[in-house]
């Protein structure tokens, strides 16, 4: 079982920034970030290749988030968040795919981490 761990949540206002950080000792292939407001479904926010040389996003962060890997003995995942909004308010999940190529379908992510919340206030 893979383990992934995130941390870098927390509380902001409205145009600051954070940046999480998701940890594996695993050798992961694709990766994402996906996100779960309160009383909504989980969706897509971002995904990189196993290379980090593809990468995608959600049309409501494009412009203002940044996903970027780091392979090394670990791989660690990160999430650069600028200019954040209320709506940015969520549970954010990082999540390994089972294939190299990044994809939306959150059905190819056979695991996730504990997730980790960020509050934007206005």
């Known amino acids: 079982q893979v383990q992934l761990v995130e941390s870098g949540g927390g509380f902001v206002q409205a145009g600051d920034s954070l940046r999480l950080s998701c940890v594996t000792s695993e050798r992961t292939l694709a990766m994402g970030w996906f996100r779960q407001a309160p009383g909504k479904e989980r969706e897509f926010v971002a995904i990189i290749s196993w290379s980090g040389g593809t990468t995608d996003y959600a049309n409501s962060v494009k412009g203002r988030f940044t996903i970027s890997r780091y392979n090394d003995a670990k791989v660690s995942l990160y999430l650069q968040m600028n200019n954040l909004k209320p709506e940015d308010t969520a549970v954010y999940y990082c999540?390994?795919?089972?294939?190299?190529?990044?994809?939306?379908?959150?059905?190819?992510?056979?695991?996730w981490g504990q997730g980790t919340q960020v509050i934007v206030s206005s």
């Open positions: 999540a390994a795919a089972r294939s190299v190529n990044p994809t939306t379908d959150q059905r190819e992510y056979p695991h």
